[in-house]
């Protein structure tokens, strides 16, 4: 397979996100319904956050246990470093904008466009990284995994759609389709990318700094969407859809278990 055709799929793979962002349009959804997409996008950005974290310390772990002491403080350096940026750095640009948007009178709508823009960049930086690992598969001869990545990191990013909308859903926020094409494109562009350049470089310390920029920003979202599932009272229907979106989360990627990654 060559080159063209392994970034053709990786971008397949990024832009299955789409399948789940026509949900953002659906006019004045049920109360209901609107927790139970803000609740189901808690439960995969909750298996997303364990995933990332998993593969970002797999480097650390095994450095541990071959005894390779300063290469493994290096890759928990990172990994520290990329979790307070991910984490604590969206907290202070959070602060930022919402005064912004006080001195502007912004409106609700706005402020659950901007969390949307927050998923759509912690999953960008999350594709990223599974783009690299597309391209990393595909460098080392082994095609057969890099095409069953795509696949499962396809399945994934589709239900990531829903994740992206869930803050404008429960708004009753109805986005434009020009936005919905931007968000796509922020959240799964990336793994086009990654694809290309995980096929020219092999490197622990950028794969690492990615996971955990995108696990630090996706626990920060998943905060936020927990206040919104506590406002809208549905506790039992909440908890329902928690799991569900977590299960989803290990159901798609056990497609890319069942190939080794």
Do not use: C
Not at 130 to 151: F, H
Not at 158 to 183: H, K
């Amino acid at each position: 397979m060559s080159s063209g055709q392994i970034a053709l799929l990786g971008a397949i793979a990024g832009f299955t996100i789409y399948l789940g962002l026509p949900i953002g349009r659906l006019r004045n959804p049920a109360p209901k319904l609107r927790a139970g997409l803000n609740a189901l996008a808690i439960g995969i950005l909750i298996f997303l956050v364990w995933d990332v974290l998993t593969h970002a310390w797999e480097p650390t772990d095994k450095a541990l246990g071959d005894k390779h002491w300063g290469t493994a403080l290096g890759y928990g350096l990172v990994l520290a470093a990329g979790l307070a940026v991910g984490l604590v750095g969206l907290v202070y640009y959070d602060r930022w904008n919402a005064r912004r948007r006080a001195a502007a009178s912004e409106t609700a709508q706005q402020s659950a466009a901007s969390l949307a823009m927050m998923i759509a960049v912690g999953i960008g930086l999350h594709n990223f990284a599974e783009g690299l690992a597309i391209g990393n598969s595909a460098a080392q001869g082994e095609i057969s995994l890099a095409v069953l990545l795509i696949i499962g990191f396809g399945l994934h990013n589709a239900t990531e759609g829903f994740g992206i909308v869930a803050p404008m859903a429960a708004e009753g926020t109805r986005p434009s389709w020009g936005s919905l094409a931007l968000l796509g494109l922020i959240g799964g562009g990336p793994t086009f990318l990654g694809t290309l350049l995980g096929q020219h470089l092999v490197n622990d310390y950028l794969s690492i700094a990615f996971l955990a920029l995108a696990a630090g920003s996706i626990l920060y979202v998943v905060i936020e969407l927990l206040a919104v599932a506590r406002r809208a009272a549905l506790k039992e229907l909440t908890t329902w859809m928690i799991l569900a979106g977590v299960l989803a989360g290990f159901l798609t990627d056990a497609v890319v278990t069942a190939g080794g990654a």
